[in-house]
Antibody
Framework: QVQLQQWGAGLLKPSETLSLTCVVSGGPFNNSYWSWIRQPPGKGLEWIGEINHSGSTNYSPSLKSRVIISIDTSKNQFSLKLTSVTAADTAVYYC??????????WGQGTLVTVSS | QSVLTQPPSASGTPGQRVTISCSGSSSNIGSNTVNWYQHLPGTAPKLLIYSNNQRHSGVPDRFSGSKSGTSASLAISGLQSEDEADYYCAAWDDSLNGYVFGTGTEVSV
């Protein structure tokens, strides 16, 4: 059973950098895309971006200028950095596995709050 | 802003059938497969349907998906109280080169 466990800082000040990491266990790491998704309070799901084992990435056009997704295949981990955060970036952030364009396994979610 | 449009809410009584629509365009639903997710508050979303109409492992056959042109739909038959949740459609968008979610539909029983 594939499991994703994520962690990172939950409280940030405006202009700081959001940083989250997700470790994958229980399944192959090298034949999937790995993604980040978020849900702001009271709003719907928003795809942030994805990366594969080769480091090839795709990002949401609306976040592309501030997002970096990286991968460490030796640790079965991938990470999200979002720079220059504002209150609009307050959300629950999920890491997830993408298989055949479907997100089939999700992390537990991390609430990130941006507040001065 | 979502490029896939869903009705904000849907409801039914236990045992009834509920259908949720998802409207997109030629760059997403029209040219790629559609997936459906169930999201209960405080938990991670769950994949229900992938590739338009394939049930994910462990998903009851009360859930079914279909696609036609640039629209898709999710049907829940034999509605149960445990089906109260938010439901999202999603697909890859070739113009955005990214994954897009629908606006979400809150189902109440």
């Amino acid at each position: 059973q594939v499991q994703l466990q994520q962690w990172g800082a939950g409280l940030l000040k405006p202009s700081e950098t959001l940083s989250l990491t997700c470790v994958v266990s229980g399944g192959p790491f090298n034949n999937s895309y790995w993604s980040w998704i978020r849900q702001p309070p009271g709003k719907g799901l928003e795809w942030i971006g994805e990366i594969n084992h080769s480091g090839s990435t795709n990002y949401s056009p609306s976040l592309k200028s501030r997002v970096i997704i990286s991968i460490d295949t030796s640790k079965n981990q991938f990470s999200l950095k979002l720079t220059s955060v504002t209150a609009a970036d307050t959300a629950v952030y999920y890491c997830a596995r993408v298989k055949r364009f479907a997100i089939d396994y999700w992390g537990q979610g991390t609430l990130v709050t941006v507040s001065s | 802003q979502s490029v896939l449009t869903q009705p904000p809410s849907a409801s039914g009584t236990p045992g009834q059938r509920v259908t949720i629509s998802c409207s997109g365009s030629s760059s997403n639903i029209g040219s790629n497969t559609v997936n459906w997710y169930q999201h209960l508050p405080g938990t991670a979303p769950k994949l229900l349907i992938y590739s338009n109409n394939q049930r994910h492992s462990g998903v009851p056959d009360r859930f079914s998906g279909s696609k036609s042109g640039t629209s898709a739909s999710l049907a829940i038959s034999g509605l149960q109280s445990e089906d109260e949740a938010d439901y999202y459609c999603a697909a890859w968008d070739d113009s955005l080169n990214g994954y897009v979610f629908g606006t979400g539909t809150e189902v109440s029983v």
